[in-house]
C-alpha cells in the first residue's frame, strides 16, 4: 500500500509561486504515475501534471503549461512547481498515484488514480 501526503500549500499574491510536495510511504517501487490534480469549490477535479517516475516523461495541462513544472524530487517525492500564480490556480491541490501503469494518454483522467493524498491548499488573492 502507498500512502500519500502532500505540503507546501499556502496563500500567495498573483505573480507570486509555491512549491508543492507529495511524500510517498509504503510501496513506493510501485508507483510508475505520480499526478496532481486541483479541484476548486463547485468544479471538477482537474488534473494539472503528471509523470512516469521510470522514465520521468511528463505531462501538463494546457491551462498551467509554462508557469508549472512536475519533478521528481527523490525516490519518495514529487513536487510541482508553480510560478506566475494566478487567481484562477486557487484549488485544493492533490497529488495521486497509478499503481503498475504508467500515465498514458488517459494521465488526467481521477478515475485512473488508485491512491490520494488529503490534499493542499493553495490560495492565490488578486
Known amino acids: 500500500q502507498v500512502r500519500l501526503m502532500e505540503s507546501g500549500g499556502g496563500s500567495v499574491q498573483a505573480g507570486g509561486t509555491l512549491r508543492l510536495s507529495c511524500r510517498a510511504s509504503g510501496y513506493t517501487t510501485r508507483w510508475n504515475c505520480v499526478a496532481w490534480f486541483r479541484q476548486a469549490p463547485g468544479s471538477e477535479r482537474e488534473g494539472v501534471a503528471a509523470i512516469n517516475t521510470a522514465n520521468t516523461y511528463t505531462h501538463t495541462a494546457d491551462s498551467v503549461k509554462g508557469r508549472f513544472t512536475v519533478s521528481r524530487d527523490d525516490v519518495t517525492t514529487v513536487s510541482l512547481q508553480m510560478s506566475n500564480l494566478k487567481p484562477e490556480d486557487t484549488a485544493m491541490y492533490f497529488c495521486?498515484?497509478?499503481?503498475?501503469?504508467?500515465?498514458?494518454?488517459?494521465?488526467?483522467?481521477?478515475?485512473?488514480?488508485?491512491?490520494w493524498g488529503q490534499g493542499t491548499q493553495v490560495t492565490v488573492s488578486s
Open positions: 495521486a498515484v497509478k499503481l503498475d501503469l504508467s500515465c498514458g494518454d488517459l494521465w488526467s483522467s481521477p478515475h485512473h488514480y488508485n491512491t
